[in-house]
T-cell receptor, first 113, second 115 residues
Framework: EPEVTQTPSHQVTQMGQEVILRCVPI?????FYWYRQILGQKVEFLVS????????KSEIFDDQFSVERPDGSNFTLKIRSTKLEDSAMYFC???????????FGPGTRLTVL | AQTVTQSQPEMSVQEAETVTLSCTYD???????LFWYKQPPSRQMILVIR??????QNATENRFSVNFQKAAKSFSLKISDSQLGDTAMYFC????????????FGTGTRLQVTL
């Protein structure tokens, strides 16, 4: 069964450093998403991506964040200068169309020290 | 703006019993989809069930079923014959078909299935 994969599973970084979180969506999916979940809280939408451009972004997704689909398979989230409050679980998801099931990856736990 | 409310932070049910998790939502749109996602301790997000707002029939998926009340904007999840493996966090979520397809999640209900 096809699945969304994410690497790394856990990333530890120092405050102010840049991190890149990687995702491989399901191959025939066209819509891609990043979500964030701070420990013990609800899952929050960050950004959606379709046709090589951002469709929508939340107020969390400020200038420190960027997304890219560098090739036909990877979808990345970059945080330019990490802050302590960026510590969270980051989930990538993909879907065939805007209203069908979004398949989630296993997440990347980001710890900013 | 869409909001999703889950008023039960924690619930407990005995194995083999039935439990219902509540969810209400607020939207001005008429076309949308509703989902229940399960998040076990591994923190993987797993789709449990999906409901299209234009369908009057309640969705069912094996032991999982929903009670969708569109007028009341209510979308509860019923788990029958609860199993230990159902222990998880359950999130209700909403997506509006008219705009970009972000999922809006509720705050979750932590379900504990006991022997």
């Amino acid at each position: 069964e096809p699945e969304v994969t994410q690497t790394p599973s856990h990333q530890v970084t120092q405050m102010g450093q840049e991190v890149i979180l990687r995702c491989v969506p399901i191959s025939n999916h066209l819509y891609f998403y990043w979500y964030r979940q701070i420990l013990g809280q609800k899952v929050e939408f960050l950004v959606s991506f379709y046709n090589n451009e951002i469709s929508e972004k939340s107020e969390i997704f400020d200038d420190q964040f960027s997304v890219e689909r560098p090739d036909g398979s990877n979808f990345t989230l970059k945080i330019r200068s990490t802050k302590l409050e960026d510590s969270a679980m980051y989930f990538c998801a993909s879907s065939e169309d805007p209203w069908s099931e979004q398949f989630f990856g296993p997440g990347t736990r980001l710890t900013v020290l | 703006a869409q909001t999703v409310t889950q008023s039960q932070p924690e619930m407990s049910v005995q194995e083999a019993e039935t439990v219902t998790l509540s969810c209400t939502y607020d939207t001005s749109e008429s076309n949308y989809y509703l989902f229940w996602y399960k998040q076990p301790p591994s923190r993987q997000m797993i789709l449990v069930i999906r409901q299209e707002a234009y369908k009057q029939q309640n969705a069912t998926e094996n032991r999982f079923s929903v009670n969708f009340q569109k007028a009341a904007k209510s979308f509860s999840l019923k788990i029958s014959d609860s199993q230990l493996g159902d222990t998880a966090m359950y999130f209700c979520a909403f997506v509006n078909t008219g705009t970009a397809s972000k999922l809006t999640f509720g705050t979750g209900t932590r379900l504990q299935v006991t022997l």
